[in-house]
């Protein structure tokens, strides 16, 4: 059995730029992840339940495990040597590190802390998504710009899901790997090594019930998904947890696709590009997958805003490829 300390000990000569910082902050972050485990998985017990009456900049009421979750990463992300910036889905602005000018920190985390959070007071699995790169700014705290990079310069993206198990998984641009938290003796623990995305796959990830306002090229999938066709092992499996990451887990390792398309009420999409989008596709795009925006390589796409919004296509590679052909057939550009 291999710890997550371990196997990032053994692995830090494959990081990019390895000088052990990328190992530390991979590390605080699975510290933070066991910390706000322990808590997703009492929240009904604790007093940590539920709205705590504000409000974050996406208009989303913040359940207090949001805010647990946001402080705790904040807090374990700051208080090492190797972040000049943070930003996440919870904070309106980017968070510069003062601190850490001195030191020379050269790292950027953006993250969504708990994505899926509407879900909490069902009991249904949750997830922390993070995306790591280096900073673009020369010297002093972390900018603006920093956190404005394109998905492809991304050195390493992973996510946390809280289900039936709690796992850690991640990629630094050499495969991804996936690590199952043991409760007994609080380490994560390398369970699926090298996780490769099936070509094919017969789950589709949609909601459904937005079915009437979805371009036309997304429709024409979506019946193309229930048509009765052996050969191709159709009609697939609809499955919608209404949480990103536990759709976007289930569909990595079985193979499946994942599908958020604009349409009037959200114009640009719903899911966030730089602390959703773009980690979820690097480790897609790492295990054999794609993602897209529906014409753009998501990973090639350069932010313009902290909390912008894109249409989102991704999953196994011949799925993606099919719902392009079909976008391509029927749908404007704009209104993929
Ligand atoms: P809808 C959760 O808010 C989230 O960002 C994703 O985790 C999830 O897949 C999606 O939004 C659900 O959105 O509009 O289908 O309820």
Redesign the pocket.
């Known amino acids: 059995m291999k710890t997550l300390g371990q196997f990032i000990i053994e692995r830090q000569k494959d990081f990019p730029y390895a000088k052990g910082e990328l190992s530390r902050l991979l590390r605080d972050i699975g510290i933070a992840a066991k910390v706000i485990n322990r808590e997703v998985n009492k929240a009904g017990l604790a007093n940590i339940f539920g709205y705590n009456g504000n409000t974050n900049i996406q208009g ?1 009421d913040q359940k207090k495990l949001d805010v647990f979750a946001d402080e705790q990463l904040i807090n374990a992300l700051t208080s090492g040597d190797e972040c000049c910036v943070v930003a996440s889905e919870e904070n309106d602005s980017y968070i510069p590190v003062e601190h850490n000018i001195s030191k020379g920190a050269k790292y950027v985390v953006l993250f969504d802390p708990l ?4 879900n909490i007071e069902y009991n249904v699995s949750i997830g922390t998504i993070f995306s790591i790169y280096r900073r673009t700014s020369e010297s002093g705290a972390g900018q603006l710009e920093d956190c404005l990079q394109a998905g492809k310069n991304q050195v390493a993206a992973g996510y946390i899901v809280y289900g039936s198990s709690t796992m850690l998984v991640f990629t630094t641009g050499r495969g991804v790997n996936g690590f199952t938290y043991d409760p007994s003796i609080g380490e994560f623990c390398l369970s699926h090594p090298d996780i490769k995305v099936p070509e094919d796959g017969h789950i589709y990830s949609v ?1 459904e ?2 079915y009437q306002k979805f371009p036309e090229g997304i429709k024409k999938y979506i019946k193309y998904c229930q048509e009765e066709d052996e050969p191709t092992k159709r009609p697939y499996t609809s499955r ?6 536990s ?1 976007f887990h289930r569909n990595l390792l079985a193979g499946g696709i ?1 599908i ?1 398309p604009s349409y009037h009420n959200n114009p640009k999409g ?2 966030r590009l730089s602390y ?1 989008c773009n980690p979820l596709a690097y480790i897609i795009e790492q295990a054999g997958g794609m993602a897209t925006d529906g014409v753009n390589r998501i990973l090639d796409i350069k932010p313009t805003e902290l909390h912008q919004r894109t249409p989102i296509i991704l999953g196994s590679r011949n799925m993606v490829l099919k719902v392009m052909d079909f976008v391509e057939k029927y749908s404007q550009v704009a209104l993929i």
């Not at 994505?115 to 509407?118: E, R, T, V």
């Not at 919608?240 to 990451?245: E, L, N």
Request: proline share 0%; no cysteine.
């Open positions: 989303e994505d899926g959070s509407s909601n019930g937005n919608y947890i209404g949480s990103m990451v759709d994942y958020y719903k899911i959703e």
